[in-house]
């Protein structure tokens, strides 16, 4: 998890300036308190109305497929993990499935955001910890929280490149963290349609559809080091796949 810390590559956009961040040792990622998680409740209701049903469905064309699929979230531990193509995608991922609560990681950075930092932690981001003690208290927090079957996103691409077409290299922690929990991952992928008729005299970008797959168990290898690594290879494959075959932008690069 440190290497990830280490190798985890830039924004591809400017990004609002941030100040400094540090965690207390006894920070408190998964906030229990009911009077936190009603403002979190409303919080997020408010952001589907605006971001998700205004933004995204009317100004993106957003749609979601595959709805069944998160049937599986009912009954287990579950990682999400998806594209980084959009500022908002995690958000318009998230409450997609609202009112079902769901916890989004982000960089700890963002929590020095002016007034959006304090928006994403009420809004469910738990801050991935740049310390190894940190780190420890997250993960025994992160074990209690997928033991109440509450899901937890995880960006694998840690980086936002807008718009790219296909699935990008992932970090290793959304792996490790399933592993390490007992946890099965469900994948969702956001593809590309093109504007048709007279849609293409009017949109410039194409459409984005968020698509939910099967959930994908942890790949069991004899050190933890390389079940990570084959897990991680196994759902980047399986998303790529997926990708490229349902969305109407094709990866160049893509190799099946």
């Not at 490790?176 to 099965?184: E, G, N, Q, T, V």
């Not at 956001?190 to 970008?205: E, S």
């Amino acid at each position: 998890m440190e290497n990830d810390q280490n190798n985890r590559p830039e924004h591809d956009f400017k990004l609002i300036p941030a100040r400094p961040v540090k965690l207390k040792k006894d920070y408190n990622f998964f906030i229990q308190n009911p009077i936190f998680k009603f403002f979190s409740f409303i919080t997020v209701i408010l952001v589907k109305i605006i971001v998700y049903y205004i933004y995204g469905i009317i100004f993106r064309g957003l749609r979601v497929k595959n709805r069944k699929n998160l049937k599986h979230l009912k009954n287990g531990r579950y990682i999400l993990v998806c594209n980084h193509m959009h500022i908002l995608d995690a958000i318009w991922l998230g409450t997609s499935i609202a009112p079902r609560r769901i916890y989004v990681t982000m960089l700890q950075s963002n929590l020095g955001l002016p007034v959006i930092g304090k928006l994403l932690r009420l809004a469910g981001g738990i801050p991935i910890p740049e310390t190894k003690e940190n780190m420890v208290n997250f993960l025994d927090e992160l074990k209690q929280e997928l033991s109440k079957n509450t899901p937890v996103l995880v960006m694998p691409e840690a980086s936002i490149k807008p718009y790219h077409v296909g699935i990008r290299k992932f970090l290793s922690g959304a792996f490790r963290f399933a592993a390490d929990s007992d946890a099965k991952i469900l994948p969702f992928v956001y593809v590309y349609k093109q504007p048709k008729g007279l849609m293409k005299l009017i949109k410039k970008k194409p459409f984005v559809h968020l698509h939910v797959l099967e959930p994908v168990e942890v790949v069991e290898m004899e050190t933890r080091n390389k079940t990570y690594v084959a897990t991680k290879d196994k759902v980047h494959q399986i998303m790529s796949d997926y990708f490229n075959e349902h969305s109407d932008l094709k990866d160049p690069d893509y190799k099946k």
